[in-house]
């Protein structure tokens, strides 16, 4: 069952390209319509989650921040522009789990969404993605197809999620480098090229032959 | 002048009593009225009359001066203005507030060279803003579907610009926000790297790290602001060739440093003395456009606001290293030494 993350940010088109980014990478993502009632709001909707701007209409981030602490221990991650000490001491002392600074790359966000929710709950079931016929267990780091896994590295386990959440479309080199770098793995141009020429000798290991295309001077795609 | 006079009645009235007992002693002594009235106005008169003459000059100064005071548009200038004093106390405070006034103007010349210089930044920086918008609303003239990597691109260019403003901003008055924390490089450097991935992918940036298993005490945010300053002058002047970055981290007698090196362009000697400078552009700011000549200068601000040293390595054709030094940890931190592991 995907999470459920409320999002909290008064720029509508911010809040519904949070929620869009969300769910493409696999939560369920609501956000508040109301905000003299965020509080409550929040509390009926009782999200896994809560991604809390600062700067908000009727009360700010930092008194909702506040009032939900004093009903509930849901996980709250502070997303703002305000980014300075003080405003980050003033965050975790009200109860905040994390602080994101604004503005951010999707990927720092979803890194940090993982992390405090892995916190929270140490849930036991694992995150599995798909597309076609390919499976792939996030936290085991296991690609499967069929009755047959096989384990792959951390490189080639981003590479493999990154393009099955692009379902099909096509990702781009340098896309691929840049998610590679959001997870510490300072690649190059050459490195990728390795990387991808093991990750389509694993899947063969498991009888999956002509999933990952290369689409010359385009990038790379995945095909069901 | 009233008040003048009044200010002498004392000395006045001393006078006078002075005048009264030797009048008494005179007449005590069989001395004759008409000499003791000759002696009492040889003993008030000379005294009443200085009295009298210094309150009046006095008190003609302090009228002249209080109209030249009324009639300047600008009261500070009063001191250069005011004539020479015909007593020695009066000269005595001239000295004074000329010496106020001047130290005032200091400060006011000073504000004002500061409050010049944030206009001209604040003028080439929006000018330089608007390169990356102007081609953010020209990537989707028309209806057009733009390129996700290059909206990207120019939306990390205004990023760029809009983090730099706000450490410009507080290079002036940093106490405000800044935070000492043990921090491994590997961390500082990491996240100035995903900060710039895109421009530094773009690049063909390969990097290199060796060393940075090191824990400094400095503001993490702060250098990493500077490592990203370093990276992107290093993705821009790093000619036809793709970047190369090679991150080093040493321990030294100083403290633990960290070089950023590329294989650019490099720096003209006679150039590199200059660098630092604000607004120093050189021939490579020229050459290669788009430089505010903010970045090296900013770096060089903050580092020395954050006790750290920073220093520049160049040769044409072969490449630029920066080398940043971070005080021991015993500086920030009591008792913290800097140690060799994260």
Same mark, same amino acid.
């Given at each position: 069952?995907?999470?459920?993350?409320?999002?909290?940010?008064?720029?509508?088109?911010?809040?519904?390209?949070?929620?869009?980014?969300?769910?493409?990478?696999?939560?369920?993502?609501?956000?508040?319509?109301?905000?003299?009632?965020?509080?409550?709001?929040?509390?009926?909707?009782?999200?896994?989650?809560?991604?809390?701007?600062?700067?908000?209409?009727?009360?700010?981030?930092?008194?909702?921040?506040?009032?939900?602490?004093?009903?509930?221990?849901?996980?709250?991650?502070?997303?703002?522009?305000?980014?300075?000490?003080?405003?980050?001491?003033?965050?975790?002392?009200?109860?905040?789990?994390?602080?994101?600074?604004?503005?951010?790359?999707?990927?720092?966000?979803?890194?940090? $969404?993982?992390? &405090? #929710?892995? %916190?929270?709950?140490?849930?036991?079931? !694992? =995150?599995? @993605?798909?597309?076609?016929?390919?499976?792939?267990?996030?936290?085991?780091?296991?690609?499967?197809?069929?009755?047959?896994?096989?384990?792959?590295?951390?490189?080639?386990?981003? $590479?493999?999620? &990154? #393009?099955? %959440?692009?379902?099909?479309?096509?990702? !781009? =080199?340098? @896309?691929?480098?840049?998610?590679?770098?959001?997870?510490?793995?300072?690649?190059?141009?050459?490195?990728?090229?390795?990387?991808?020429?093991?990750?389509?000798?694993?899947?063969?290991?498991?009888? &999956?032959?002509?999933?990952?295309?290369?689409?010359?001077?385009?990038?790379?795609?995945?095909?069901? | 002048?009233?008040?003048?006079?009044?200010?002498?009645?004392?000395?006045?009235?001393?006078?006078?009593?002075?005048?009264?007992?030797?009048?008494?002693?005179?007449?005590?002594?069989?001395?004759?009225?008409?000499?003791?009235?000759?002696?009492?106005?040889?003993?008030?008169?000379?005294?009443?009359?200085?009295?009298?003459?210094?309150?009046?000059?006095?008190?003609?100064?302090?009228?002249?001066?209080?109209?030249?005071?009324?009639?300047?548009?600008?009261?500070?200038?009063?001191?250069?203005?005011?004539?020479?004093?015909?007593?020695?106390?009066?000269?005595?405070?001239?000295?004074?507030?000329?010496?106020?006034?001047?130290?005032?103007?200091?400060?006011?010349?000073?504000?004002?060279?500061?409050?010049?210089?944030?206009?001209?930044?604040?003028?080439?920086?929006?000018?330089?803003?608007?390169?990356?918008?102007?081609?953010?609303?020209?990537?989707?003239?028309?209806?057009?579907?733009?390129?996700?990597?290059?909206?990207?691109?120019?939306?990390?260019?205004?990023?760029?610009?809009?983090?730099?403003?706000?450490?410009?901003?507080?290079?002036?008055?940093?106490?405000?926000?800044?935070?000492?924390?043990?921090?491994?490089?590997?961390?500082?450097?990491?996240?100035?790297?995903?900060?710039?991935?895109?421009?530094?992918?773009?690049?063909?940036?390969?990097?290199?790290?060796?060393?940075?298993?090191?824990?400094?005490?400095?503001?993490?945010?702060?250098?990493?602001?500077?490592?990203?300053?370093?990276?992107?002058?290093?993705?821009?002047?790093?000619?036809?060739?793709?970047?190369?970055?090679?991150?080093?981290?040493?321990?030294?007698?100083?403290?633990?440093?960290?070089?950023?090196?590329?294989?650019?362009?490099?720096?003209?000697?006679?150039?590199?003395?200059?660098?630092?400078?604000?607004?120093?552009?050189?021939?490579?700011?020229?050459?290669?456009?788009?430089?505010?000549?903010?970045?090296?200068?900013?770096?060089?601000?903050?580092?020395?606001?954050?006790?750290?040293?920073?220093?520049?390595?160049?040769?044409?054709?072969?490449?630029?290293?920066?080398?940043?030094?971070?005080?021991?940890?015993?500086?920030?931190?009591?008792?913290?030494?800097?140690?060799?592991?994260?």
């Amino acid at each position: 069952m995907a999470e459920t993350i409320m999002v909290v940010e008064d720029d509508r088109q911010m809040a519904r390209e949070l929620v869009r980014l969300l769910e493409n990478y696999g939560y369920r993502a609501l956000q508040v319509e109301d905000f003299s009632r965020a509080v409550e709001e929040i509390l009926e909707a009782a999200p896994h989650l809560v991604l809390l701007d600062i700067n908000l209409p009727v009360q700010d981030g930092y008194t909702v921040c506040r009032q939900l602490r004093q009903h509930s221990q849901v996980p709250i991650i502070i997303v703002t522009s305000r980014d300075t000490e003080m405003d980050e001491l003033m965050g975790m002392n009200l109860g905040a789990d994390d602080f994101v600074a604004k503005p951010y790359n999707p990927q720092l966000l979803q890194a940090h $969404i993982a992390r &405090v #929710l892995a %916190r929270s709950y140490q849930s036991g079931e !694992s =995150r599995v @993605a798909r597309f076609g016929r390919v499976e792939l267990e996030l936290s085991r780091s296991e690609a499967i197809c069929g009755e047959r896994r096989v384990e792959l590295t951390k490189n080639e386990r981003q $590479i493999l999620w &990154v #393009l099955m %959440r692009a379902r099909g479309e096509i990702v !781009s =080199r340098d @896309a691929l480098i840049n998610e590679l770098w959001q997870s510490d793995e300072f690649v190059d141009d050459n490195t990728l090229t390795v990387n991808i020429n093991r990750l389509r000798g694993k899947l063969a290991e498991i009888g &999956v032959e002509g999933y990952l295309l290369t689409r010359r001077g385009q990038g790379y795609q995945l095909c069901e | 002048m009233r008040d003048l006079l009044a200010q002498r009645l004392p000395l006045l009235l001393a006078s006078a009593g002075g005048c009264a007992l030797s009048a008494l002693l005179l007449h005590l002594l069989g001395v004759g009225g008409a000499p003791t009235a000759f002696i009492c106005l040889v003993l008030f008169v000379p005294v009443a009359v200085c009295c009298g003459v210094e309150a009046y000059t006095r008190s003609r100064y302090y009228r002249h001066l209080a109209r030249v005071l009324g009639e300047l548009d600008r009261k500070s200038l009063l001191p250069q203005l005011m004539e020479e004093p015909p007593f020695a106390e009066g000269r005595f405070w001239k000295e004074v507030l000329a010496a106020c006034g001047k130290s005032m103007n200091d400060q006011i010349d000073r504000r004002a060279v500061e409050a010049r210089e944030y206009q001209e930044y604040i003028e080439t920086w929006v000018h330089e803003v608007k390169t990356p918008i102007a081609s953010l609303l020209l990537s989707v003239e028309g209806g057009r579907q733009p390129d996700p990597a290059a909206v990207r691109r120019e939306a990390e260019r205004i990023d760029g610009y809009v983090e730099q403003a706000l450490y410009y901003t507080r290079s002036g008055a940093p106490e405000k926000d800044y935070a000492i924390r043990p921090v491994s490089l590997r961390q500082l450097t990491a996240d100035a790297l995903k900060k710039n991935a895109t421009l530094l992918i773009e690049s063909r940036a390969r990097v290199r790290s060796e060393g940075l298993d090191r824990t400094v005490y400095t503001d993490a945010k702060w250098v990493a602001f500077i490592l990203g300053q370093l990276f992107q002058n290093a993705a821009k002047y790093r000619g036809e060739e793709p970047l190369s970055l090679s991150l080093r981290g040493e321990a030294g007698a100083e403290g633990v440093s960290l070089s950023v090196c590329d294989r650019g362009v490099g720096i003209p000697p006679r150039d590199q003395g200059r660098v630092f400078e604000k607004g120093f552009t050189g021939e490579n700011g020229r050459a290669f456009a788009r430089s505010t000549g903010m970045g090296l200068y900013l770096c060089a601000t903050l580092c020395k606001k954050l006790g750290m040293g920073i220093r520049l390595e160049s040769r044409v054709g072969e490449g630029t290293c920066v080398t940043l030094t971070f005080p021991k940890g015993s500086y920030h931190l009591a008792g913290g030494e800097a140690g060799e592991t994260r």
